[in-house]
């Protein structure tokens, strides 16, 4: 009866993401054939797969799928440093690729919906654990629904940390501290966020435990030796351990105080924009200067939900180290701003994505609420096909 109600969970997540996807094809599909487009962010041979596939190719998923192919000897002149790009993600696409011969860009696609789907098998059982089952329904739902959801299905990184980090708090919490150590090198594999779950992880243990907690963390040391093991091919093929943080520096991104993004974003908001005429009957770029001061606003918002959204979870019952963890996949991107970019908070729409604590407190908050949830359904799937529009047609990047 288990295996059953388990079979129901994944059938019912298979079929609303069936449905999700299938919408965000159609805009996909639409977008691409009526709108005009902008230039791919780096000039490199696009893939040749049909549109269904190749509308999901846009901005880094140059990288990944380029990394799958060449490894981090990229035939291509960039000033940037592909050793930005973590190499699990690339790795499985290679992988995937020489296993059954399919086009790189199938294989990342194939991969961040497996991953997706996953992640959101893991997610349900974890949160119904800790709630109930309504609150499990609606945090699937809004993991759907958020602005920025079709990065789970686009060739990012997005789904496979989301996996790898669901897979940690879900493991922990049955005490299968092996698995939530494997969960964690998947995740410090993708991204450099990946190391600070030992401190959500350390905290899990010790409330478990307390003071014997150190007894079971030798499992979890799978993560440090993991990032380690990144480090040391990093000074190897390249002198720098570091790599990957000092890569960051090409697109824009210097270390500075959390606040300093947030400030930034106001004063470019408040700061008037240069005027330009544009000629009658032209097609303009959304990812223009003219528009900063809307890009500089849709990040800002988006930071401080992310700084507000795990407070108001811990008040309806969220354990601390979700809050934690939550709050540390904010303040990092945020202590790494773009200050001379379009946008001082870059992709934070997407950084928060991941972060599966807001997708719950959002769940609780409809829940209490029930004329926000409406307004919530109905708001966040308009955004969201409005984000997919510019972001498949090189108009705009979280």
Known sequence: MRYINKLKKLSWIVIVWFISRIALIFIGWVANLR??????????????APLIFTMWDRYDSQWYLAIAKYGYNIPYKSHYSPQAFFPLYPALISFIHKLTHVPYVVAGIFLSNIFFISSLFFLYDLVEKHFDS?????????TFLFPTSFFFSAIYTESLFFFGTV????????????IAGLGGAIAVLTRNLGITLLLPLAWIA???????AWKTLFPLFIIPITFSLWAIYLWHSTGDPLRFIHSESGWGRYLSLPWTGIITAFNRIITPIPSANFPTGSYISAWKLQFSHLYSAIDGFAALTGLILPFIGKQYGQPWPWVIFALIGVLIPMSAP????MTPLASMT???LVLFPLMITLAQIAQKHPSLEIALFVSLPLIQGLFFILF?????IA
Do not use: C, H
């Open 167 to 178: 897979l940690v708090f879900w493991a922990a919490d049955k005490e299968l501290w092996w």
């Open 392 to 396: 498949t047609t090189w108009n705009w």
């Open 35 to 48: 709108i005009p487009g902008g230039n791919p962010s780096q000039p490199w041979p696009m893939s040749k």
């Open 338 to 341: 773009t200050l001379y970019s």
């Open 350 to 352: 997407r950084y928060i």
């Open 134 to 142: 309504k609150i499990a329904k609606l945090t699937i739902i809004f």
């Open 206 to 212: 010790v409330e478990k435990y307390g003071n014997k």
